[in-house]
């Protein structure tokens, strides 16, 4: 698994050349966004070793196959040195096995698509917008799958995007991807722009996707991802 730094307080782990997770760095360890996928545990752990710190919460953005992959192995190794298993209420239903993609009434009415494997661990703590968790400010992004979270560290202004927006190759917003990489994962591309732009009210200075290197683009990048939408 390929570690390379995001900024002084995070990593990114990077699996097949295109599956991204997260390290990052609190006072008492590592918190973890995403986990990748299945058979990633022992790699992840080896780097936050190597990091010199140990994995202290694991943090979903949301219950497709690629982030969720290695949470039980990473749960049932990590034992009682972990401290928190964090999701939202709206990634619950996915979660179960087999999942529930039962739409709520105000949400967009098109299918929920991408691998949902589902996971037998229950989160231990529920995040809801706007709250902030360590470094990390949560952030409701709908529109890639529902109940799809994305986290702002307000110490440098990453954004751990998971898969609301893309970078392999320039900046995307989910469901408009590059032609050499198509995702056929997307619920509702008309909620992801809107998530997209409820993102432009941010401070953001990077942007650290589930796919793709990170983006150093800022705000402007994901103005011109916006424009894309439209195009
Ligand atoms: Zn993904």
Same mark, same amino acid.
Request: net charge neutral; aromatic share 6%; with cysteine.
């Given at each position: ?11 990114? $782990? ?19 966004? !995403?986990?990748?996928?299945? =058979? &990633?545990?022992? !790699? ?9 710190? *140990? ?33 939202n ?15 709520? *009434? ?20 529920l995040l809801t917008e706007g709250e902030r968790y360590?470094?990390l400010l949560c952030?409701?992004? *709908? ?15 990453? $954004? ?6 893309? &970078? ?5 917003? &989910?469901?408009? *991807? ?17 998530? %997209? ?10 942007? %650290? ?5 990170? =983006? ?16």
């Amino acid at each position: 698994m390929k570690s390379t730094p995001v900024t002084a307080n995070g990593h990114q $782990l990077t699996r097949l050349g295109l599956v991204n997770c997260y390290l990052v760095r609190e006072a008492d360890g590592f918190t973890l966004i !995403d986990a990748n996928l299945s =058979n &990633s545990a022992d !790699d992840i752990l080896a780097a936050a070793r190597t990091l010199g710190a *140990p994995i202290r919460r694991i943090l979903l953005t949301h219950a497709h196959v690629d982030h969720v992959g290695s949470v039980d192995a990473l749960l049932a190794k990590l034992g009682p040195t972990l401290i928190e298993f964090t999701s939202n209420a709206r990634t619950l239903p996915l979660l179960q096995k087999p999942p529930d993609k039962s739409l709520l *009434p105000y949400e967009s009415k098109e299918e929920i698509r991408g691998g949902l494997p589902g996971i037998d661990a229950r989160p231990t703590r529920l995040l809801t917008e706007g709250e902030r968790y360590g470094s990390l400010l949560c952030i409701e992004t *709908p529109g890639h799958i529902p109940g799809h979270l994305a986290f702002l560290d307000e110490r440098d202004g990453t $954004l751990y995007a998971g898969d609301a927006l893309g &970078s392999v190759g320039n900046l995307t917003v &989910s469901g408009y *991807p590059p032609w050499f990489f198509p995702n056929v994962g997307t619920w509702s591309k008309a909620t992801a722009v809107a998530s %997209a732009k409820k993102l432009l009210e941010f401070p953001i200075a990077r942007f %650290a996707c589930g796919h793709g290197a990170v =983006n150093p683009g800022g705000v402007p990048a994901l103005r011109a991802a916006i424009a894309k939408t439209t195009a």
